[in-house]
């Protein structure tokens, strides 16, 4: 009992370790995001020109989630691994080959057909649209969609490149690969854009949507080397027959529609943002992007590392390690994202008056962005949770259970979507918050079918920590409602400075607060994180807590 105590505690401080190395590499890809969104509001706003260019990105990126980094990815990782740890790595490599030709043809085959059926795509999202926009802002969108569907060839083979390295153990470079998609799109799209037309009108954005695919390249070729090192060998091989890759295809059907519910919702809600009127869609994209900064930063990094380790555990039957893994990942979650969902709830127009303040955002538009991601804050744990919960039934080979969950999610979506701003006529917020509500749906079914599934893991192992951690969130939730009272009212008309600086130290110390109170009240996951940290910083090394046995 006391080895198996301790070989918790190990596999605690190694998921830490490795969580904070994905942590650091995908907040700096984050970071890169966010300044290109800072990019295109100061360029564009959210003006009907910003509402083309992001809905005719949401076409081939809801196709990355469909067929890359959502169904294509999770059900290659679950196999891959297996593969690797059953039949070794000669075999795992020979799969990987397999899949990488495959993915080469199809993706080709649907960027093709993506092109040539753009039109009445487009037309389908803009058949909710106001009179805003009209057959010119019709065409742009057909024509920048255009340009940017290649994009999704280029991300499906970095994702699997990606698949192979997370299951070598390797974390860094895969998750810093997003980073030069955002160079990318930032240098390469600007430097297009500009000579283009230097007034950065219309003409310009074909310019940032060739910067997509500049980015997508980018973050494909910079994880060759790592992949070199581990021993690949890339080579042509369309023996598609091959059991392996049967298996990633019967996988990938059910999570093309389970892993990538929420952003076909999005999708339908950018559909319905287009009758909100001039500006609708760009702030909910906006406002989604801050929303995914924590997400990136630890629902996906915790899963990133959670899903290798779940898939090994599930070799030849549920093994006794399954829910403990399941668990930390959860509890993990939940101590990193639920100040996130606080902060970015009661914190929001300071925010993004800090972020976006400038160029063509005016106050209206500020107003615009921050009121949806005040709702997009209510789902943000529970849109995290999901991203540790779903790939556990791909390990165990549940897929049809989030598969028709997702159908529930998405049928309820358009529903509530369609109540809100075709009947009560509310605006995009109301999107937003149906995001919200979708994600509570989803983690609670996902979480009792689960419970119903696998031995060891109760609502009591979720609750104890949770319970913890909401008392540590509302302390500092009072705190940001003092500060947003007394301090913080007339942040947007601060210049830059004075909101980083002021706004900086707000978090800092609520943050802290949270962290201390959760110390306190004796998470266990946050000890183990504080004692990884201070164990590396001599002068404080005896203050680290030692592990639980």
Not at 249 to 277: C, D, E, K, R, Y
Request: with cysteine.
């Amino acid at each position: 009992m006391a080895e198996e105590n301790v070989s918790a505690a190990d596999e605690n401080r190694k998921a830490a370790k490795a969580t904070g190395k994905i942590g650091i590499a995908v907040m700096l890809s984050r970071i890169l995001g966010l300044i290109r969104d800072i990019f295109m509001v100061r360029l564009y706003g959210t003006s009907l020109l910003a509402d083309c260019f992001n809905l005719a990105f949401k076409i081939p990126n809801l196709l990355r989630d469909l067929f890359a980094e959502g169904a294509l990815s999770q059900a290659f990782v679950t196999t891959f691994s297996k593969r690797l740890k059953e039949q070794g790595e000669v075999s795992a490599w020979t799969l990987a080959n397999r899949v990488l030709s495959l993915a080469v043809v199809f993706m080709s085959g649907v960027t093709i057909l993506g092109v040539l059926l753009a039109p009445w795509i487009v037309d389908l999202i803009l058949s909710f649209a106001d009179q805003s926009f009209g057959q010119n802002e019709r065409d742009l969108i057909v024509r920048l969609a255009r340009i940017m569907y290649p994009f999704i060839l280029l991300v499906s083979l970095s994702a699997l490149v990606m698949g192979m390295l997370n299951a070598k153990q390797i974390f860094g470079m895969p998750a810093l690969a997003s980073c030069f998609f955002n160079l990318g799109c930032i240098i390469g799209g600007g430097a297009l854009g500009y000579w283009l037309d230097p007034q950065w009108g219309e003409k310009s954005l074909i310019g940032i949507s060739g910067g997509v695919l500049i980015g997508g390249l980018g973050q494909l070729v910079v994880q060759f080397p790592s992949l070199w090192r581990v021993g690949f060998r890339p080579r042509w091989d369309s023996l598609w027959s091959d059991t392996g890759v049967k298996k990633i295809l019967s996988l990938m059907g059910p999570a093309m529609i389970a892993a990538s519910a929420v952003q076909v919702n999005v999708m339908v809600n950018a559909m319905f943002a287009t009758s909100t009127g001039e500006g609708g869609v760009s702030a909910l994209n906006y406002a989604f992007r801050l929303m995914q900064l924590p997400i990136g930063m630890f629902g996906v990094a915790v899963a990133t590392v959670t899903l290798p380790a779940l898939s090994r555990a599930a070799v030849g039957g549920i093994s006794k390690e399954f829910s403990p893994t399941l668990s930390r990942g959860i509890n993990l979650v939940t101590i990193l994202v639920l100040p996130c969902a606080v902060g970015l709830t009661l914190l929001a127009t300071p925010l993004v008056a800090m972020i976006f303040k400038g160029g063509d955002l005016d106050h209206q538009s500020t107003v615009m962005i921050s009121g949806a991601l005040q709702c997009y804050g209510y789902g943000l744990l529970f849109y995290s949770w999901i991203k540790i919960v779903q790939p556990a039934f791909y390990a165990i080979d549940k897929r049809w259970v989030p598969m028709v969950i997702s159908f529930i999610a998405m049928a309820l979506n358009f529903c509530l979507n369609w109540y809100f701003v075709k009947v009560l006529h509310w605006g995009h917020e109301s999107l937003a918050l149906t995001t919200s509500v979708l994600a509570v749906v989803n983690f609670t079914m996902l979480y009792v079918m689960l419970h119903r599934l696998v031995g060891g893991l109760s609502f009591a192992s979720l609750g104890n920590t949770f319970w913890r951690c909401a008392v540590a969130a509302f302390v500092m939730g009072e705190l940001c409602w003092v500060a947003n009272r007394y301090i913080l009212q007339a942040i947007t008309s601060w210049p830059f400075l004075g909101r980083l600086a002021i706004l900086g130290v707000v978090i800092a110390i609520v943050a802290m607060v949270y962290f201390f109170l959760c110390y306190v009240l004796g998470v266990r996951e946050m000890r183990d994180c504080m004692g990884l940290v201070l164990r590396r910083i001599p002068f404080l090394k005896r203050f680290a807590p030692r592990a639980e046995k």
